[in-house]
């Protein structure tokens, strides 16, 4: 459960001189890695304090998102698909941490690792090499039980249902199947009821696996990192959601763009942001992750940030996406 300085921490801290309830808590970052600071650390301090508080990085009043309330039942899950054709772009990253802070609130947790690469089972110390049996079997073989695919992993209430190698044969062995861009749904139906969210890590394409996520989903949640071409692709991977939404699965939502690898110190970052928040406005997530080596230091370690560096701000950012998406009614 996040605790109360990580609930009131800000994802930008203005200069050291915030008025914010707990942002002396947050440990000084180490010398020798300035990108640690957050979104909107830099020298501009008067964009970012309103009379009423704090902004976020493009000016929106950012609220303080509560500590979601605790769960007394379990389920039905709301499936999430994590979804950008374009790769190393935090999708697995956001999986694994996201999924990491929702179970710390003591929501029930399942990550589907929809990517050959396995990177999301990998993550958490899983390894899906050593598996028989992993989601591709289940996609494949009707009757196969996901039960007994689901392995659980050392963070409490987090569980993942593997993917390695294997998969890459299913996008052309499903393409002569009969409904061939539901058979994910399918595999995920006897567990829903066992999960509030269920996290699918998508592979860079839209091809069909990745369709298949979509037409499980009810919620598409698209990281994009802040960079120059970051916007590129989004057209596509947007007319793909609608073309599901349209002939698949009527309840798919956007629920929201997620601004990563931000650097404050570059107004680089800031101007990407204000472009996707300019073409999609409030879909643009008011949480942004800052540019950091503990991710891929705690990918390496197989952990999720919030367990492998509770209090360094990578893990402060998850917790917030959490609450966020609590508070907007996309995840339990
Ligand atoms: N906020 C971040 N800051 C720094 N590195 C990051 C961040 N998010 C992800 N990474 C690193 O970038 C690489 C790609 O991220 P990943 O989540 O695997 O992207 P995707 O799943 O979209 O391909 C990984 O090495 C990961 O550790
Ligand atoms: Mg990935």
């Known amino acids: 459960m996040a605790d109360v300085s990580s609930r009131a921490e800000p994802q930008h801290e203005p200069g050291g001189t915030s008025p914010a309830p707990g942002a002396g808590a947050r440990p000084a970052a180490p010398p020798d890695s300035p990108s640690d600071r957050q979104a909107g650390a830099s020298s501009e301090p008067a964009a970012h304090v309103d ?66 690469q396995g990177a999301a089972s990998v993550g958490l110390g899983v390894n899906p090499h050593e598996l028989d049996r992993t989601v591709y079997n289940l996609l494949m073989e009707r009757g196969a039980d996901v039960h007994e695919v689901i392995v659980s992993t050392d963070v409490e209430n987090l569980d993942v249902l593997p993917a390695n190698i294997d998969l890459s044969a299913a996008e052309v062995q499903l393409v002569g199947e009969v409904a061939r861009e539901s058979v994910l749904a399918r595999v995920l139906r006897p567990v829903v009821d066992e999960y509030d969210v269920i996290l699918v890590d998508c592979q860079p394409s839209l091809g069909l696996l990745t369709v298949n996520a979509l037409t499980a989903a009810h919620g598409v949640l698209i990281p994009l990192e802040c960079e120059f071409f970051a916007l590129r692709g989004v057209a596509l991977l947007v007319e793909t959601i609608e073309k599901v939404r349209d002939r698949l699965n009527p309840r798919l939502d956007v629920d929201g763009i997620l601004a990563t690898m931000f650097d404050s110190r570059t107004l680089h970052s800031r101007e990407v942001v204000a472009r996707v928040h300019e073409a999609f406005g409030d879909k643009l997530l008011q949480t942004v992750i800052g540019r950091t080596v503990k991710f891929p230091d705690a990918s390496v370690a197989a952990e999720p940030i919030t367990v492998y560096a509770p209090n360094h701000p990578g893990a402060q950012a998850y917790r917030q996406l959490a609450r966020e998406l609590v508070a907007r009614g996309d995840a339990a």
């Open 51 to 116: 009379a009423l508080g704090l902004l976020d990085v493009v000016g929106r009043p950012l609220p303080v998102f509560p500590d979601p309330a605790p769960l007394a039942s379990h389920g039905p899950g709301r499936i999430i698909a994590m979804c950008n054709q374009k790769g190393g772009v935090g999708k697995t990253t956001t999986t694994i941490n996201l999924g990491a802070a929702l179970a710390e609130c003591g929501r029930r947790v399942l990550l589907v690792d929809f990517d050959p």
